[in-house]
């Protein structure tokens, strides 16, 4: 398998969000109008992961001063369930030049748990560094409270605190 990463304009950007929305709950991202007008911003990336002209995947994230934001990675729903996930977010982390962070939510579920343990596999490290992510649809009951990871190894806390105030004002508009 040949892995890519390929940014997408505008004009591509509904097989990103085709992916998106067949793969997190409505809570976790926002309308195609609202994306549309993130892809104007220059510290937002939009991509596709390909093997050949296959779409394995797809991947957004935010270059923030202090680390990379990596808000959605997913696997094309028609090809899931063949550990290419990890494969995924293993050479995107080979490729980053930055610390990058992600948010997993702060709850204690079965669910939760597997997912920060996956992140802690391909390295990742949670943080105490937690808020409360606004809603992404309008509607209040959708606040999802979240915790950051990060990679690799060794962020201070200050740093982190610093992250997550770029996240609520860049990412969620919070001022």
Not at 35 to 52: C, K, R, S, T
Not at 72 to 84: D, Q, S, Y
Not at 88 to 99: D, G, P, W
Not at 113 to 142: N, W
Request: proline share 3%; net charge negative; aromatic share 12%.
């Amino acid at each position: 398998m040949t892995i890519s990463f390929r940014k997408v304009c505008k004009n591509e950007f509904n097989k990103v969000y085709e992916v998106i929305e067949k793969s997190f709950p409505l809570s976790e991202y926002r309308t195609l109008e609202e994306q549309f007008v993130l892809m104007d911003l220059p510290y937002f990336n939009a991509m596709v992961i390909e093997d050949e002209d296959v779409l394995v995947g797809i991947l957004v994230e935010w270059q923030l001063e202090h680390a990379i934001y990596l808000e959605h990675l997913a696997v094309n729903p028609e090809i899931r369930g063949k550990g290419l996930g990890s494969t995924l977010m293993s050479e995107y982390l080979a490729q980053a030049e930055r610390t990058v962070v992600l948010e997993v939510e702060d709850i204690d579920t079965d669910i939760a748990q597997r997912r920060i343990g996956f992140y802690q596999r391909l390295g990742f490290t949670l943080s105490d560094v937690r808020f409360k992510q606004p809603s992404f649809q309008g509607r209040d009951e959708d606040t999802v409270d979240l915790r950051i990871m990060y990679y690799p190894k060794n962020i201070n806390k200050d740093i982190l605190d610093q992250v997550k105030e770029e996240l609520l004002e860049k990412v969620y508009f919070v001022k």
